[in-house]
């Protein structure tokens, strides 16, 4: 494998001269870089990027902590944000967290080893007393006592637009149902949403909201639906949730969405380009992306940064509500 000192000999320049055209530093005539350039395309010549990057206190390398990978949101983040990172000559270590405290501790401290030189993060662990404002971390839907930056979609808007459409539908009686997270999450905000825009059109409305991890949640489903035989529209927290009440109201012999409308949230899909398996507020995944790698190179490079970015959600026609709209 050629060496950059074979390099310097076939173009006849010194080992310097070489190292300042692959960092592009330093002033360099443009004939020695192309000869340099040549030598190194005769030589198959492949820069050690990690080593390069030790010199300039730099591994242009970026750490994505997901949850898990098989959840379809978290799946199509990290393709954009490979996709987006790759545009800016950095790389992505995908690191699969299984909610695990120790895992991300550990993908934190890569940082503080100059392993990594960023984190984004989708993060449900306790990790206020390790993430502080000092640390090129860009968290997605999660605050910290720290001020981190935060990309997320509009959640609130989430809710009031479920409500909307679910009241354009013909809905007369609305149901919340979801989970949340004992950290503080932007996510919460989709039942604020739900509930105000609900109480603003005077429609009435139940919740059935329980802290994660719900033993049971099929059965707290089942249950709500019996105390609250009349909902006739439902505002899922996820799509996840849309489908699980799916499930019980086809074993409830509850016909969807003829008796009961339901829009989840989040807009997964099982494949690109496929339709929606849920009607659905979706979230803007490929923006929140793009976002979430310019303010993580913003940090890396020392520049002040937006604390908190909000992307505006848009409501996807699926087959768990009904076409038309009654006004």
């Known amino acids: 494998m050629a060496t950059m000192k074979d390099v ?12 300042r055209v692959l960092n592009d530093s330093g002033a360099v005539k443009e004939s020695t870089r192309r000869k340099v350039q040549a030598a190194m395309k005769e030589l198959n010549y492949i820069p050690n990027a ?13 750490a ?9 949101f978290f799946s199509e983040f990290a393709y954009y944000v ?3 990172l790759s545009e800016h000559k950095f790389k992505m270590l995908l690191c699969n967290s299984d909610v695990s405290n120790e895992k991300e501790l550990e993908y934190i401290q890569m940082v503080q080893e100059n392993k990594v030189d960023g984190i984004i993060g989708i993060t449900y662990s306790d990790l206020d007393n390790f993430v502080s404002s000092h640390l090129p971390f860009v968290t997605i839907d999660r605050h910290f006592k720290e001020e981190t930056v935060c990309v997320t979609s509009d959640n609130f808007q989430a809710g009031q637009l479920a409500v909307e459409k679910l009241v354009e539908k013909g809905c007369r009686k609305l149901g919340y149902i979801g989970t949340h997270s004992r950290f503080p999450s932007e996510t919460t905000k989709r039942r604020a949403g739900f509930v105000e825009q609900a109480e603003r059109m005077n429609i009435p409305y139940a919740i059935y909201d329980e802290m994660d991890p719900v033993l049971d949640l099929l059965a707290g489903i089942k249950t709500f639906f019996e105390k609250h035989p009349d909902v006739d529209g439902v505002f899922a927290h996820t799509d996840f949730i849309a489908l699980d009440i799916l499930e019980v109201l086809d074993a409830m012999e509850r016909h969807v969405p003829e008796e009961i409308q339901i829009i989840g949230c989040d807009g997964i899909k099982m494949e690109a380009g496929r339709r929606q398996i849920v009607s659905t507020i979706r979230q803007p995944v490929d923006l929140m992306a793009q976002a979430a790698v310019k303010k993580i190179i913003e940090l890396i490079d020392g520049e002040a940064v937006k604390e908190k970015i909000t992307l505006p959600v848009t409501y996807i026609e699926g087959p768990t509500t009904k076409n038309n709209c009654v006004k």
Request: proline residues 5%; hydrophobic residues 45%; without cysteine.
């Open 82 to 84: 490979e996709r987006n």
């Open 50 to 62: 990690y080593a390069r990057g030790l010199k300039m206190n730099k591994t242009y390398t970026v």
């Open 8 to 19: 310097a000999a076939l173009a006849n320049v010194g080992v310097g001269t070489v190292s």
């Open 64 to 72: 994505l902590i997901i949850p898990t990978i098989w959840h379809p």
